[in-house]
């Protein structure tokens, strides 16, 4: 009896354990943590399933309870739904089906899940999101702007303010907010969230994204007062080149919901009418490129409070709504990030005051300072130093990039920062600050869009690291809302080109979901009728900028780069039609089997050089990479078309595919396998895009091999070839070459500019040359993310991540890492939507390791880089001994299959 007791107790204790080690984390909504303004009619849950010391965990089922009221939720009591206990793996973008949504409402949910030993979790701590509006009839503000007119040079920033009255005790506060411009909001003098550079930029024309803040905690029982400012942002400021202004419309205007529940369930809304007035204050003018002008003297104190008492504030006019559809913000907005102190102060040659932060990065420079009444400071900002060391503008254009501010005089330190523009940046020239300056006067801040941080990549090379900081800080740079191509020029505008190219290796960097998400929808929008897609987006360079080769396909390639990275069938839902019109456009472009025709701008900045006499310059045909485009985003339609179920198209299409392929290897391969344009490009897209019969693939990948040795072993790709080079090098079992060209130091390579000095990625090569002058400053960013696009085989293929085809979001990993002899270690990690996963690898004399983590709820089959079996241990034990399924074999691996989730180590 005493036995079975005890027996009893141990087994107790063992459950009790196992269930504890059973934990959910991360719930988010829409792949996003509490969001605030979702207007999705059935948002999708996902969840994280972190076990201690133990492998091999599978979710078997999960429930999922939503409440309105958190103690309900709690409680399990009033429950809006309650899925039950449902039999699926699913743990990632799980639809909500319950009731249909209420506007405006909070709502709060768990998840508990059940595994493949029968254990349940507990429930995950509560997680919520917030709807928006969800439709158009919920907004019942109207539209607001200033009655006089507006000198056509300068444009003093609105100011809009309105007093109201809370009658009783407030439960919850609730502000929508939107405008014709950018916005600052404030309530009873405080700012109003701390996103910047909203709404955002979106095709204007088509949409304008509203955001929605929690405010309770801001709005008092009794007086209160709101105040807002607007700027002239990315709606009216100069765009692109030329004297290119008021893109989008002449004259801001404001769009203001306050929603107010009381305690005891009444409401109250303040809106934006005719009852509000206007003034302008201190931002004198503001500019996306050219900076902001602020005089502290003209600063109205306290304007956006209740005990504010101003004269000569006029009444505001309604204005007419836009025809532009109102819609709430589904990415992360722009947030302060990353702060940096003056890493030195310097006087150049020239006697300029210099300033350098160390980083070029994007965003602005908060300044402190004490000085008279009317006393100015001007900040110059730049990327780089001339061969001489001194301050460099050249490559800015027409953008002047500086910030005025004028000193109220107040006698103790005053605070300036800049609202509604952004600076590319490392170093900064200061001029006529009062009296001496030191480090503690200034203070760089980043911006960007606010996506989480997902991926690392590091190695034994220490110049390799820096690449990819320098990939990373490119990314950050240039992904303000929308993908960028540059942040200083007169430019900064969402080079489609630029954005396809990059568009794997930023899902491993930052979690770039929603970012992708909402600007996929732009792409559609701005899409011409007949399928053609515009170079830029938001398109600002008019209907016949449209169709190049390579860049038009983001609309194929960015969708299926979204969908493999995150499991997000809803973006190849919302994006099919623009997929389907693209690739209509090109056939419908196309004679007897070929599309030739139009403007492109083919593998844009190849490897050229001057006095080119013997034809070194690698310039490759475009027709052929009009081909070859062609057939990828036809083939990426065909994918998506079978995730959809869409078996008329897939036939339709996989016909077509066909014929394209045929065409290309009548008009542009010899009989013999060779390309008519003998390119390193040429070769690449043939290849990576399975343009040529299999039987003649090899010997293509030799011809490129010899091309590269032709070339003294060096890349000679522009934007279209560049991204794949390397991947097509391993695909074909050309990995040494791969290397030597990643690992090269000398132009032209990936590591030339971080022996420059660099601290992002260059739109050039060679933007600095050896002897430290500069390439045409006409184009020659030192921010510019394309050949950052390397970054997406050092994850996959250095270290190893990757997953199955047909199977995305990382539900069924492939861990397959490339050892590279001119390294001692490599590793990467990345929060997959399941988890953490990681592949680190090193090398010792006579000694290697592989180090895994594969994250809980998936699978994996993981090639550890040996053929010698019998000298392979995971955890000191014999792998001939531990319980792993050995698969076929593969020429330098030994290959474990169906491998759980679980941390393991591996010694060879």
């Known amino acids: 009896m005493k036995k079975r007791l005890l027996s009893s107790f141990?087994?107790?204790?063992?459950?009790?354990?196992?269930?504890?080690?059973?934990?959910?984390?991360?719930?988010?909504?829409?792949?996003?943590?509490?969001?605030?303004?979702?207007?999705e009619a059935k948002p999708r849950f996902s969840w994280i399933i972190e076990?201690?010391?133990?492998?091999?965990v599978v979710q078997t089922a999960y429930q999922v309870r939503v409440a309105i009221e958190l103690d309900e939720l709690k409680r399990s009591k009033k429950l809006v739904w309650d899925s039950g206990r449902v039999k699926s793996d699913a743990s990632v973008l799980v639809p909500y089906v319950g009731p249909a949504l209420k506007p405006g409402t909070r709502y709060f949910w768990q998840v508990r899940i059940w595994d493949n030993m029968g254990q349940v979790s507990i429930w995950s701590e509560p997680a919520f999101w917030q709807t928006g509006l969800l439709n158009a009839s919920n907004w019942k503000a109207s539209w607001i702007g200033i009655s006089q007119k507006e000198d056509s040079l300068h444009w003093p920033s609105p100011l809009f303010r309105k007093d109201f009255s809370a009658k009783k005790r407030i439960k919850m506060a609730t502000a929508y907010i939107t405008a014709r411009g950018l916005y600052e909001a404030q309530i009873n003098g405080q700012r109003v969230g701390d996103a910047y550079l909203t709404p955002g930029w979106t095709a204007y024309q088509k949409r304008i994204q509203y955001q929605v803040y929690d405010v309770t905690n801001l709005v008092q029982t009794g007086e209160n007062a709101v105040g807002i400012t607007l700027g002239s942002g990315w709606y009216r400021s100069y765009l692109a080149w030329g004297d290119k202004r008021e893109t989008y419309g002449k004259d801001l205007s404001l769009l203001f919901q306050l929603d107010i529940e009381y305690d005891d369930g009444s409401h109250e809304r303040v809106t934006s009418d005719g009852s509000w007035n206007y003034s302008t204050g201190s931002i004198l003018d503001s500019e996306i490129y050219h900076g902001e002008t602020i005089d502290a003297r003209l600063e109205k104190n306290g304007w956006a409070s209740t005990d504010f008492k101003g004269k000569n504030w006029k009444t505001v006019k309604i204005v007419e709504a836009p025809k532009a559809e109102i819609v709430s913000t589904y990415n992360e907005p722009i947030r302060k990030q990353e702060r940096f102190v003056p890493q030195r102060i310097f006087t150049t040659p020239k006697g300029?005051?210099?300033?350098?932060?160390?980083?070029?990065?994007?965003?602005?420079?908060e300044v402190r300072v004490t000085g008279p009444s009317g006393g100015g400071i001007k900040l110059l900002h730049a990327e780089v130093l001339d061969k001489a060391g001194n301050f460099y503008i050249e490559n800015l254009r027409a953008a002047k990039q500086h910030c005025s501010y004028i000193l109220a005089g107040t006698g103790t330190e005053e605070f300036f920062e800049p609202h509604f523009t952004?600076?590319?940046?490392?170093?900064?020239q200061v001029v006529d600050f009062p009296g001496d300056f030191s480090a503690d006067n200034f203070t760089a801040v980043a911006l960007y869009s606010?996506?989480?941080?997902?991926?690392?990549?590091?190695c034994s090379n220490p110049l390799v690291n820096q690449l990819q900081h320098n990939i990373q800080w490119g990314q950050r740079g240039n992904f303000l809302d929308v993908p960028t191509d540059c942040p200083q020029r007169d430019e900064r505008l969402g080079w489609t080109g630029d954005a396809q190219a990059f568009a794997s290796t930023a899902a491993f960097n930052h979690d770039v979901h929603g970012f992708y998400f909402k600007w996929l929808k732009d792409v559609a929008?701005?899409?011409?009728?007949?399928?053609?897609?515009?170079?830029?987006?938001p398109n600002v360079l008019g209907e016949r900028s449209c169709g190049a080769t390579g860049w038009a396909d983001v609309a194929t390639i960015m969708p299926w780069a979204v969908y493999l990275a995150y499991g997000d069938q809803r973006v190849l839902e919302n994006q099919y039609p623009s997929m389907k019109a693209w690739v209509d456009y090109m056939t419908n472009q196309s004679k007897d089997g070929l599309w030739n025709t139009g403007f492109h701008f083919g593998d844009w900045l190849f490897y050229s050089e001057d006095n080119d006499n013997i034809g070194n310059s690698a310039v490759t045909f475009k027709p052929l990479l009009q081909q070859c485009f062609w057939a990828h985003s036809t083939q990426l339609l065909i994918n998506a078309a079978k995730v959809l179920g869409k078996k008329a198209d897939v036939s339709k299409y996989s016909t077509l595919l066909e014929q394209i392929k045929k065409s290309f290897n009548q008009e542009y391969m010899t009989p013999s396998g060779a390309l008519v344009s003998a390119t390193q490009t040429a070769y690449v897209l043939a290849l990576n895009f399975d343009m040529l019969p299999a039987d003649l693939r090899q010997q293509a990948a030799k011809r490129l091999v010899e091309n590269i040795r032709g070339y003294g072993t060096h890349l000679t790709t522009g934007f279209l070839g560049t991204p794949y080079l390397c991947h097509v090098l391993t695909r074909f079992g050309?990995?040494?070459v791969a290397n030597e060209l990643f690992l090269r130091e000398k132009y032209p390579s990936w590591l030339y500019p971080v022996t420059m000095g660099a601290t992002t990625i260059w739109e050039r090569w060679d933007g600095i040359k050896a002897d430290s002058t500069f390439e045409e400053a006409s184009m020659n960013s030192f921010n510019h993310y394309a050949y950052g696009a390397i970054g997406d085989w050092m994850y996959r293929s250095l270290a190893g991540l990757d997953m199955e085809d047909g199977v995305p979001g990382y539900k069924r990993i492939v861990v397959k890492p490339h050892i590279s002899a001119s390294l001692t270690e490599a590793s990467a990690e990345l929060l997959t939507p399941y988890g953490k996963l990681v592949s680190s690898w090193k090398t010792e004399p006579g000694f290697s390791s592989l180090h895994v983590e594969i994250p809980a709820n998936t699978t994996a089959t993981i090639y550890v880089p040996t053929e010698n079996i019998a000298a392979l241990t995971e955890g000191g034990i014999s792998i001939m001994e531990a319980d792993f399924k050995i698969g076929k074999a593969e020429p330098g691996y030994v290959v474990l299959t169906e491998v759980g989730s679980g941390s393991y180590d591996f010694s060879f």
């Open 10 to 39: 141990v087994l107790c204790i063992l459950a009790v354990a196992a269930f504890a080690q059973l934990s959910i984390k991360n719930p988010r909504t829409e792949n996003r943590t509490n969001p605030i303004g979702l207007d």
């Open 51 to 56: 076990v201690a010391d133990r492998r091999n």
């Open 352 to 365: 300029e005051k210099v300033i350098d932060f160390g980083q070029n990065l994007v965003g602005w420079v």
């Open 422 to 428: 952004f600076q590319g940046f490392r170093y900064v």
């Open 450 to 458: 606010d996506m989480p941080k997902t991926g690392n990549f590091t």
């Open 525 to 537: 929008l701005d899409q011409r009728p007949d399928g053609s897609v515009p170079w830029v987006v």
């Open 734 to 736: 050309y990995d040494d």
